[in-house]
Protein backbone atom coordinates (compact mmCIF):
# COMPACT_ATOMS: atom_id res chain seq x y z
CA UNK A 1 0.00 0.00 0.00
CA UNK A 2 1.37 3.63 -0.90
CA UNK A 3 2.52 5.71 1.97
CA UNK A 4 4.08 8.30 0.78
CA UNK A 5 2.54 11.01 -1.44
CA UNK A 6 4.65 13.48 -3.47
CA UNK A 7 3.18 16.90 -4.28
CA UNK A 8 2.90 18.34 -7.10
CA UNK A 9 2.39 15.79 -9.52
CA UNK A 10 4.31 18.10 -11.77
CA UNK A 11 6.21 20.88 -11.81
CA UNK A 12 8.02 22.89 -14.89
CA UNK A 13 10.56 26.03 -13.91
CA UNK A 14 13.57 27.73 -15.68
CA UNK A 15 17.03 26.30 -15.16
CA UNK A 16 18.56 27.95 -12.11
CA UNK A 17 15.57 28.51 -10.50
CA UNK A 18 14.83 26.41 -7.22
CA UNK A 19 12.38 23.66 -7.20
CA UNK A 20 10.38 22.57 -4.31
CA UNK A 21 8.49 18.97 -3.97
CA UNK A 22 7.15 17.79 -1.18
CA UNK A 23 5.76 14.44 0.42
CA UNK A 24 3.06 13.58 2.79
CA UNK A 25 2.78 10.24 5.09
CA UNK A 26 0.49 8.65 7.32
CA UNK A 27 1.99 6.67 9.68
CA UNK A 28 5.38 6.97 11.73
CA UNK A 29 8.31 6.66 10.29
CA UNK A 30 11.93 5.14 10.98
CA UNK A 31 13.22 7.38 8.01
CA UNK A 32 12.45 8.83 4.82
CA UNK A 33 14.12 8.45 1.46
CA UNK A 34 14.27 10.68 -1.57
CA UNK A 35 15.16 8.98 -4.86
CA UNK A 36 15.12 9.86 -8.48
CA UNK A 37 14.45 8.61 -11.71
CA UNK A 38 15.09 9.49 -14.93
CA UNK A 39 12.42 8.18 -17.54
CA UNK A 40 12.56 4.66 -18.26
CA UNK A 41 15.05 3.96 -15.68
CA UNK A 42 15.69 2.68 -12.47
CA UNK A 43 15.35 4.54 -9.41
CA UNK A 44 18.40 6.12 -7.91
CA UNK A 45 18.80 7.05 -4.23
CA UNK A 46 19.32 10.75 -3.17
CA UNK A 47 19.59 11.31 0.22
CA UNK A 48 18.06 9.64 3.69
CA UNK A 49 16.71 11.45 6.61
CA UNK A 50 16.20 10.08 9.97
CA UNK A 51 13.10 10.24 12.28
CA UNK A 52 14.98 12.30 14.37
CA UNK A 53 16.64 14.33 11.81
CA UNK A 54 15.02 17.75 10.57
CA UNK A 55 17.57 18.93 7.56
CA UNK A 56 19.94 17.70 5.49
CA UNK A 57 22.19 18.89 2.95
CA UNK A 58 23.48 16.84 -0.21
CA UNK A 59 25.04 19.25 -2.44
CA UNK A 60 22.09 21.42 -4.33
CA UNK A 61 19.86 19.21 -2.44
CA UNK A 62 17.97 20.14 1.00
CA UNK A 63 15.77 18.03 2.59
CA UNK A 64 13.41 18.58 5.37
CA UNK A 65 11.43 16.54 7.99
CA UNK A 66 8.70 17.59 10.09
CA UNK A 67 7.33 14.56 11.65
CA UNK A 68 4.61 16.49 13.60
CA UNK A 69 2.90 17.23 10.47
CA UNK A 70 4.22 14.06 8.62
CA UNK A 71 5.81 15.95 5.84
CA UNK A 72 8.97 16.18 3.74
CA UNK A 73 10.10 18.77 1.14
CA UNK A 74 13.43 18.33 -0.99
CA UNK A 75 14.44 21.39 -2.72
CA UNK A 76 17.11 21.52 -5.48
CA UNK A 77 18.71 24.77 -6.00
CA UNK A 78 20.02 26.58 -9.14
CA UNK A 79 18.20 23.54 -11.11
CA UNK A 80 19.91 22.16 -14.19
CA UNK A 81 18.37 20.65 -17.49
CA UNK A 82 19.91 17.71 -16.24
CA UNK A 83 17.76 17.79 -12.94
CA UNK A 84 14.68 16.76 -15.26
CA UNK A 85 13.50 13.30 -13.84
CA UNK A 86 10.97 11.99 -11.31
CA UNK A 87 10.99 12.23 -7.70
CA UNK A 88 9.95 9.72 -5.11
CA UNK A 89 9.88 9.80 -1.42
CA UNK A 90 10.16 6.39 0.63
CA UNK A 91 9.04 5.38 3.83
CA UNK A 92 9.70 2.67 5.93
CA UNK A 93 6.68 0.55 6.59
CA UNK A 94 6.50 -1.29 9.93
CA UNK A 95 8.66 -3.70 8.67
CA UNK A 96 10.76 -1.87 7.37
CA UNK A 97 10.07 -2.42 3.29
CA UNK A 98 9.95 0.79 1.81
CA UNK A 99 6.43 2.10 0.43
CA UNK A 100 6.75 4.98 -2.32
CA UNK A 101 4.88 7.43 -3.44
CA UNK A 102 3.65 8.22 -7.49
CA UNK A 103 6.41 10.61 -7.79
CA UNK A 104 6.24 14.14 -8.81
CA UNK A 105 7.90 14.99 -12.37
CA UNK A 106 10.07 17.61 -12.67
CA UNK A 107 11.09 19.67 -15.84
CA UNK A 108 13.64 21.98 -16.11
CA UNK A 109 13.87 23.94 -19.07
CA UNK A 110 17.37 25.46 -20.48
CA UNK B 1 26.20 1.54 -12.99
CA UNK B 2 23.74 0.98 -10.03
CA UNK B 3 25.27 -2.49 -9.52
CA UNK B 4 21.85 -4.34 -10.08
CA UNK B 5 22.09 -5.47 -14.01
CA UNK B 6 18.59 -6.75 -15.15
CA UNK B 7 17.68 -8.77 -18.57
CA UNK B 8 16.01 -8.56 -20.80
CA UNK B 9 15.57 -4.82 -20.51
CA UNK B 10 12.03 -5.14 -22.98
CA UNK B 11 9.99 -7.92 -23.57
CA UNK B 12 6.91 -8.22 -25.86
CA UNK B 13 5.13 -11.46 -25.14
CA UNK B 14 1.32 -12.82 -25.73
CA UNK B 15 -0.94 -13.96 -22.90
CA UNK B 16 -0.31 -17.31 -23.42
CA UNK B 17 3.97 -17.08 -23.15
CA UNK B 18 5.74 -18.25 -20.77
CA UNK B 19 9.28 -15.88 -19.99
CA UNK B 20 11.26 -14.77 -17.33
CA UNK B 21 13.01 -11.42 -16.12
CA UNK B 22 16.37 -12.17 -14.23
CA UNK B 23 18.14 -9.90 -12.04
CA UNK B 24 21.47 -9.82 -10.75
CA UNK B 25 23.24 -7.94 -7.95
CA UNK B 26 27.22 -7.36 -7.51
CA UNK B 27 26.67 -5.57 -4.22
CA UNK B 28 26.98 -7.92 -1.44
CA UNK B 29 23.59 -7.17 -0.22
CA UNK B 30 21.55 -9.44 1.45
CA UNK B 31 17.85 -9.02 0.02
CA UNK B 32 16.30 -8.24 -3.04
CA UNK B 33 13.00 -6.75 -4.26
CA UNK B 34 10.64 -6.73 -7.22
CA UNK B 35 8.51 -3.78 -8.22
CA UNK B 36 5.87 -3.36 -10.67
CA UNK B 37 5.63 0.64 -11.84
CA UNK B 38 2.20 1.38 -14.15
CA UNK B 39 2.44 4.73 -15.31
CA UNK B 40 0.92 7.46 -13.24
CA UNK B 41 1.10 4.78 -9.99
CA UNK B 42 3.43 4.27 -7.01
CA UNK B 43 6.00 1.85 -6.99
CA UNK B 44 3.97 -1.66 -6.26
CA UNK B 45 6.60 -3.55 -4.05
CA UNK B 46 5.55 -7.16 -5.07
CA UNK B 47 8.25 -9.81 -3.45
CA UNK B 48 11.03 -9.43 -1.16
CA UNK B 49 13.78 -11.90 -0.30
CA UNK B 50 15.98 -11.73 2.56
CA UNK B 51 18.86 -13.84 2.93
CA UNK B 52 17.12 -16.38 0.10
CA UNK B 53 13.60 -17.09 1.69
CA UNK B 54 10.77 -14.77 0.67
CA UNK B 55 9.64 -12.24 3.57
CA UNK B 56 6.88 -10.62 1.69
CA UNK B 57 4.26 -11.43 -0.57
CA UNK B 58 2.27 -8.38 -1.11
CA UNK B 59 -0.96 -10.51 -2.50
CA UNK B 60 0.47 -10.80 -6.08
CA UNK B 61 -1.37 -12.92 -8.60
CA UNK B 62 -0.27 -16.65 -8.95
CA UNK B 63 1.03 -15.80 -12.95
CA UNK B 64 3.95 -14.07 -11.51
CA UNK B 65 6.45 -16.36 -9.83
CA UNK B 66 9.77 -15.45 -8.04
CA UNK B 67 12.69 -17.57 -7.51
CA UNK B 68 15.68 -16.64 -5.09
CA UNK B 69 18.37 -19.30 -5.95
CA UNK B 70 21.11 -17.46 -4.26
CA UNK B 71 21.70 -14.14 -2.64
CA UNK B 72 23.13 -12.73 -5.99
CA UNK B 73 19.99 -13.86 -8.14
CA UNK B 74 16.37 -12.97 -8.45
CA UNK B 75 14.14 -14.50 -11.40
CA UNK B 76 10.44 -13.59 -11.98
CA UNK B 77 8.39 -16.43 -13.77
CA UNK B 78 5.80 -15.18 -16.28
CA UNK B 79 2.91 -17.14 -17.21
CA UNK B 80 -0.24 -16.31 -18.79
CA UNK B 81 -0.73 -12.60 -18.13
CA UNK B 82 -2.47 -9.79 -18.90
CA UNK B 83 -2.57 -7.01 -20.92
CA UNK B 84 -3.23 -5.18 -17.86
CA UNK B 85 0.53 -6.30 -16.31
CA UNK B 86 2.51 -4.51 -19.22
CA UNK B 87 4.92 -2.19 -17.03
CA UNK B 88 7.89 -1.58 -15.94
CA UNK B 89 9.00 -4.20 -13.66
CA UNK B 90 12.14 -3.52 -11.21
CA UNK B 91 15.00 -5.15 -9.10
CA UNK B 92 16.49 -3.61 -6.56
CA UNK B 93 18.72 -4.85 -3.45
CA UNK B 94 19.63 -3.67 -0.19
CA UNK B 95 21.33 -4.81 3.07
CA UNK B 96 18.62 -6.33 5.02
CA UNK B 97 17.66 -3.53 7.94
CA UNK B 98 18.15 -4.15 11.75
CA UNK B 99 15.40 -3.40 14.09
CA UNK B 100 17.02 0.51 14.27
CA UNK B 101 18.94 0.34 10.76
CA UNK B 102 18.10 2.67 7.96
CA UNK B 103 19.05 1.26 4.72
CA UNK B 104 18.66 2.39 1.10
CA UNK B 105 17.86 0.24 -2.05
CA UNK B 106 20.34 0.30 -5.18
CA UNK B 107 17.88 -0.51 -8.77
CA UNK B 108 18.55 -2.32 -11.86
CA UNK B 109 17.28 -0.12 -14.82
CA UNK B 110 14.43 -2.30 -14.88
CA UNK B 111 12.49 -4.42 -17.99
CA UNK B 112 9.59 -3.18 -19.93
CA UNK B 113 7.24 -5.19 -20.27
CA UNK B 114 4.48 -5.28 -22.90
CA UNK B 115 1.73 -8.11 -22.87
CA UNK B 116 -0.51 -8.56 -25.99
Known amino acids: SQQGEEDPQALSIQEGENATMNCSYK?????LQWYRQNSGRGLVHLIL?????REKHSGRLRVTLDTSKKSSSLLITASRAADTASYFC??????????FGAGTRLTVKP | ETGVTQTPRHLVMGMTNKKSLKCEQH?????MYWYKQSAKKPLELMFV???????ENNSVPSRFSPECPNSSHLFLHLHTLQPEDSALYLC???????????????FGPGTRLTVT
Open chain 2, 27 to 31: LGHNA
Open chain 2, 92 to 106: ASSTRPGLASSYEQY
Open chain 2, 49 to 55: YSLEERV
Open chain 1, 49 to 53: IRSNE
Open chain 1, 90 to 99: ATDASNNDMR
Open chain 1, 27 to 31: TSINN
